[in-house]
Structures are given as C-alpha cells and as structure tokens.
C-alpha cells in the first residue's frame, strides 16, 4: 500500500470518511457525531493520511487515518480500511505511518477513542501496543466507548520527510 498526505477535505478522504460514517450507522445505529474541524488535520496542528492499493483494476484508495494534536499527545480519528481491503495488513500499515508522523512532529503519545463493537480495531491497538487509559472527549461517559493510549519514541532528528512544511 501507497500512503500520502491529503488534506482532509481531499476527495478521496471525503469518499473514505463516508464510508466509515455508514460502518458506524451499522455497527452503531449512527454516524460518529464527535466534533471534528477539517483544519485539526492540517500540519502543524496534524495530519491526514490516504493509503492506495491495487485490488484488481487498478489503484484506489483503501485506507485513511490521521492525527490531530493535544499539545504533547496525538489523537488517532477516521482510521479505517475498506471492507474489499481488510486482512491484507493495510491498518497496521496505516497506524506505523501515523505513529512513525504523529512522533516526528514531536508527540509524546498516540490517544484514540474506539467501540466496543469494533473488536477487530480493539485487537490491532492491543496488538499494538495501546493500552487502556482514562476516558475523555466526547464519548467519554458512553458505555461502548473504549479509550487507549501509546507512548511514542520521539525522533531526535524532526525534519522528516513525510511532513509537509
């Protein structure tokens, strides 16, 4: 898999981004109605990343996920593979990226909020990993909320390549 930097309003997040909305309607009843500003995933402030991959008939887009900043923390949102994409190491892909990213631009540690009925994410965090911290944001009180942590490696060297500007 290809990952690049896309803005988050960039077509092809737009079109990942919907698609994650209607797996939370069935998974959830309802799209993630957290608050989320498309400029929290502009660098400095974060990061927005696309993954393409060649299923047959050519590149598309498989895999989004991103970062946007806490101050020393970064919070991981809209990380997600396509259902047609899934199996093939694509997330985990997708989270070293934003791990190897969120830490060159000098975060600490990875925070994310996830469901309960996303078993499938809870295992790659774990895997990963990420481990229970105390709940915040916007589901912070639901019931099927989970809510984990990561502490980064920091790069000595930041002027890496991946990040813009």
């Known amino acids: 898999?290809?990952?690049?930097?896309?803005r988050y309003e960039h077509p092809d997040s737009a079109a990942l981004i919907a698609e994650v909305q209607q797996e939370y309607v069935v998974r959830y009843g309802s799209p993630d109605d957290s608050p989320v500003d498309p400029a929290e995933f502009?660098?400095?402030?974060?990061l927005f990343l696309v993954g393409y991959a060649d299923l047959?008939?050519?590149e598309?887009?498989?895999a989004t996920g991103g970062w946007r900043s806490h101050g020393e923390k970064a919070e991981i949102k809209r990380m997600f593979v396509v259902t047609r994409a899934r199996g093939r190491g694509y997330a985990r892909q997708m989270l070293a990226e934003i791990e190897t990213t969120?830490?060159?631009?000098?975060?600490?540690?990875?925070?994310l909020e996830t469901g309960r009925n996303q078993p499938e994410a809870?295992?790659?965090?774990?895997?990963?990993?990420?481990?229970?911290i105390p709940a915040y944001g916007y589901y912070a009180e639901s019931p099927l909320s989970v809510h984990l942590g990561k502490a980064l490696e920091v790069a000595a060297?930041?002027?890496?390549?991946?990040?813009p500007g």
């Open 1 to 6: 898999m290809r990952i690049e930097i896309r």
């Open 42 to 46: 502009a660098p400095p402030l974060g």
């Open 56 to 58: 047959g008939g050519g």
């Open 60 to 62: 598309t887009p498989v």
């Open 102 to 111: 969120a830490a060159a631009a000098g975060h600490r540690c990875l925070i």
């Open 122 to 132: 809870i295992a790659l965090y774990r895997d990963s990993g990420y481990t229970d």
């Open 157 to 163: 060297d930041l002027a890496n390549p991946r990040l």
